[in-house]
């Protein structure tokens, strides 16, 4: 029986990797065949716009600190982030991967767990899960996922579960004060709060606050599955909350299941006709595994996303063993229908029927696809002209003897204003020099241009320092020094890139003028 086609053209690369595989070739060859091949597919494969920072995802990943996988349930994680996972562990990475659910509440997934056939077919006699196989299962569940993450390099202890209610996510977003049950009956999460969609935010806070220069991966906001659509909405609102306390951090989204329009026949390709029989559904979701394809985004999309491409030993396997990426698929054999209550399933003829689509497979391809989440709205803490869009107006700074310092208003700012794509300034004194904290930053390098507009009663010194602030300590990067004694207005100009010690973070300038001497700022315009 065949149930798969393509959707979408084969590209010439994919001719290419077909022509290769008519020909014998050695193991390492064969490698470094389709190593080139990947490179090609980098080089030439269409990408989203450049995100607002000028930088790709995977330099990003590099400058990152910490992976914060956010996941509805079990298995979502593997399927639309393993590599991401792959990499970042390799890099050196803290990778965290949060389950908001255990996926107790699949009820269908769980009869047939139970029972060993589907519940639509008449011939077979058999009862729902009860509360406590609910709860057995959803363990059951999470206990897969941890099989799939060791096959990736992640170690169990590096699983957070929160122990949500499946399936109900959204109504937790709509009634945020109500307190839910999960389906095995329980009210309270797995570290003891009340579960309302009030605690489940603080309970993100706390993840996203412990973990520093992180980015957060999780479902897209606007795919077909509630529950994946609300935990999207859910870290946003967690989001609006930390800003408040400058924790800003980048945020990507992926698609699950395809929005719009389909089903899971249908996206990822190939599609799948939707037509099975019984003893058929282990070929029929084999023909729909397709590792050496390139995942196209659901033609419901129309924002262009990001191709985050996988390392070869995810989709490729080697001397006839499978790749990393499906070993990790097929430890959730209570999804394909591959494991029963009782070890054996009873019915061989269903052996695989819940994912006789091979939804489950049709995910290990090539490379990701990912959207870049917008930042949080940042309201800024004045109506002055502090807001630019590319220069910031801040307070001179003055020194008048014995170490007395402060400042004078040139724009009528206040001590904290926000710019632009979450970049926050602050102002202050210290030790008799006025200092400007300038981020957080996510390029590679900034560009930083500082007006000093000499407003002396005695020309003077006037000398500035600049420091990145990596692993709780401020690095100097710059430091520039004028003792002509003149009173003059100057243009220092900064290039500015990451030190041994870590990224660009947080930039302090550190201005200071002697005795007598008034100093403005009068603008400073970060590129």
């Given at each position: 029986m065949t149930c798969c086609s393509f959707n979408h053209p084969v590209s010439p690369h994919q001719e290419i990797i077909h022509k290769i595989q008519l020909f014998r070739v050695s193991p390492d060859h064969y490698l470094l065949l389709l190593s080139i091949i990947l490179l090609l597919f980098q080089c030439t494969q269409l990408r989203s716009q450049p995100s607002a920072y000028g930088s790709d995802l995977k330099s990003r990943?590099?400058?990152?600190?910490?992976?914060?996988?956010?996941?509805?349930?079990?298995?979502?994680?593997?399927?639309?982030?393993?590599?991401?996972?792959?990499?970042?562990?390799?890099?050196?990475?803290?990778?965290?991967?949060?389950?908001?659910?255990?996926?107790?509440?699949?009820?269908?997934?769980?009869y047939f767990w139970k029972n060993g056939c589907p519940k639509e077919d008449s011939n077979c006699?058999?009862?729902?899960?009860?509360?406590?196989?609910?709860?057995?299962?959803?363990?059951?569940?999470?206990?897969?996922?941890?099989?799939?993450?060791?096959?990736?390099?992640?170690?169990?202890?590096?699983?957070?579960?929160?122990?949500y209610p499946d399936d109900f996510l959204e109504d937790m977003l709509?009634?945020?004060?109500?307190?839910?049950?999960?389906?095995?009956?329980?009210?309270?999460?797995?570290?003891?709060?009340?579960?309302?969609?009030?605690?489940?935010?603080?309970?993100?806070q706390t993840i996203f606050k412990t973990y520093s220069n992180a980015i957060v991966f999780t479902t897209h906001v606007r795919d077909s599955h509630e529950d994946h659509t609300a935990l999207a909405t859910f870290i946003q609102l967690?989001?609006?909350?930390?800003?408040?306390?400058?924790?800003?951090?980048?945020v990507y989204?992926?698609?699950?299941?395809?929005?719009?329009?389909g089903d899971n026949n249908s996206w990822p390709p190939p599609a799948c006709a939707g037509e099975f029989k019984k003893d058929e559904a282990l070929l029929s979701r084999e023909?729909?595994?397709?590792?050496?394809?390139?995942?196209?985004?659901?033609?419901?999309?129309?924002?262009?996303?990001?191709?985050?491409?996988?390392?070869?030993?995810?989709?490729?396997?080697?001397?006839?063993?499978?790749?990393?990426?499906?070993k990790s698929v097929d430890e959730?054999?209570?999804?394909?229908?591959?494991?029963?209550?009782?070890?054996?399933?009873?019915?061989?003829?269903?052996?695989?029927?819940?994912?006789?689509?091979?939804?489950?497979?049709?995910?290990?391809?090539?490379?990701?696809?990912?959207?870049e989440a917008p930042y949080p709205e940042i309201k800024p803490a004045t109506s002055s002209p502090c807001r630019q869009l590319s220069t910031i107006c801040l307070p001179g700074a003055w020194q008048d003897?014995?170490?007395?310092?402060?400042?004078?208003?040139?724009?009528?700012?206040?001590?904290?204003?926000?710019?632009?794509?979450?970049?926050?300034?602050?102002?202050?004194?210290e030790s008799g020099k006025a200092w400007y904290d300038i981020g957080p930053f996510f390029q590679d390098s900034i560009s930083i241009t500082i007006r000093l507009k000499d407003n002396s009663w005695s020309p003077g010194r006037k000398s500035m320092e600049i420091y990145n602030w990596v692993n709780s300590s401020w690095d100097l990067l710059s430091e520039w020094d004028d003792n002509s004694g003149l009173e003059h207005d100057l243009n220092v100009s900064a290039a500015l890139k990451p030190s041994e010690l870590g990224p660009l973070q947080q930039v302090r300038l550190l201005v200071n003028c002697s005795k007598n001497a008034r100093l403005h700022v009068s603008a400073l315009r970060v590129n």
């Open positions: 990943i590099q400058r990152s600190s910490s992976i914060i996988i956010v996941a509805p349930h079990p298995d979502d994680e593997i399927l639309g982030f393993a590599g991401i996972i792959y990499d970042a562990i390799r890099m050196g990475k803290t990778v965290k991967v949060v389950l908001l659910t255990s996926g107790e509440g699949y009820g269908s997934s769980c006699s058999g009862s729902v899960c009860n509360s406590s196989e609910l709860e057995r299962f959803g363990k059951l569940r999470i206990e897969e996922s941890k099989k799939a993450l060791a096959h990736l390099g992640l170690s169990s202890e590096h699983l957070i579960t929160l122990g709509k009634n945020p004060d109500s307190i839910f049950q999960c389906a095995s009956g329980k009210t309270v999460s797995a570290s003891g709060k009340p579960l309302t969609g009030k605690h489940l935010v603080r309970e993100l967690a989001r609006n909350e930390l800003v408040k306390e400058n924790i800003i951090f980048p989204w992926c698609i699950i299941h395809q929005p719009g329009w023909e729909r595994y397709s590792p050496m394809q390139v995942l196209y985004p659901p033609a419901s999309m129309k924002e262009n996303p990001e191709s985050y491409f996988l390392v070869p030993q995810l989709w490729i396997g080697d001397d006839g063993e499978k790749c990393i990426m499906r959730f054999r209570t999804q394909a229908g591959l494991a029963g209550m009782r070890d054996s399933l009873p019915h061989k003829e269903y052996e695989g029927w819940m994912d006789r689509n091979g939804f489950l497979l049709s995910f290990v391809k090539m490379n990701h696809l990912f959207w003897g014995n170490e007395a310092a402060g400042f004078e208003g040139s724009c009528s700012c206040q001590s904290e204003a926000y710019h632009g794509n979450g970049l926050r300034v602050a102002s202050g004194l």
